[in-house]
């Protein structure tokens, strides 16, 4: 069994704060997928990133973040100098199998200008 | 990426009834999921949608209750039988793009259950 967990339920920050997202991720698999998706109030799903197990590598796409550690499960998000449009649910995923995700809980992301 | 589309967008059911979720994708793609996400929850796989056989329910889901079909590899359907308020959640449908380096949601299907 896999699980998922987002430390943070609800997080809220004042626009331009950096801001960190935990994820870990359990599993007995040597090999899996991991996932963060954001969910802004329209209620669509958006993809953001997605990392393999094997490449610990970070990973930078503009104001975005990621670090996996795979020795201690954790793939942390972090947003840099956070905008009002970041606000949304942000959910971490992981599987070991292609498409078969089991989320976290979510985190709530409010930026407030 | 992939375009996904679902039809309807919302709706609201009478408890007993059932209705039919349809998903709609711009290219073929191998694999394709159905999930759910209860009112203020996260997002829970029901089963993977196979061209041309059977789909494979995860557990706590069974194909009388959630029947779905997929005849080609751009399309799928979902049926939520006998419905209940239970039922009143959002179903999203789901895609592996490019060779399974990318999942993409469809825009969802927000139900309502009285």
């Known amino acids: 069994a896999q699980k998922v967990t987002q430390a943070q339920t609800e997080i809220s920050v004042v626009e331009k704060e950096d801001v960190t997202l935990d994820c870990v991720y359990e599993?007995?698999?040597?090999?899996?997928?991991l996932f963060w998706y954001k969910q802004p109030p329209s209620g669509e799903l958006v993809f953001l990133i997605r990392?393999?197990?094997?490449?610990?590598q970070n990973e930078i796409s503009g104001r975005y973040s990621w670090n996996f550690q795979k020795s201690t499960s954790s793939f942390n998000f972090t947003i840099t100098a956070s905008q009002v449009v970041d606000s949304a649910v942000y959910f971490c995923?992981?599987?070991?199998?292609?498409?078969?995700?089991?989320f976290g809980q979510g985190t709530i992301l409010t930026v407030h200008p | 990426s992939a375009v996904i589309s679902q039809k309807p967008s919302r709706d609201i059911c009478q408890r007993g009834t059932s209705l039919t979720i349809q998903c709609q994708v711009d290219?073929?793609?191998?694999?394709m999921f159905w999930y759910r996400q209860q009112p203020g929850q996260s997002l829970t796989l029901i089963a993977t949608?196979?061209?041309?056989?059977?789909?494979?329910?995860e557990s706590g889901f069974v194909i009388d209750k959630f029947p779905i079909s997929r005849p080609n590899l751009t399309f799928s359907t979902l049926t939520v039988s006998n419905m209940s308020p239970e039922d009143s959640s959002i179903y999203l449908c789901?895609?592996?793009?490019?060779?399974?380096?990318?999942?993409?949601f469809g825009p969802g299907t927000r139900l309502t259950v009285l």
């Open positions: 599993t007995r698999d040597t090999t899996y997928y």
């Open positions: 949608a196979n061209q041309g056989s059977e789909a494979t329910y």
């Open positions: 990392r393999n197990s094997f490449d610990e």
């Open positions: 290219s073929q793609v191998t694999m």
């Open positions: 789901s895609v592996v793009w490019t060779g399974g380096n990318e999942q993409f």
């Open positions: 995923a992981g599987g070991t199998s292609y498409g078969k995700l089991t």
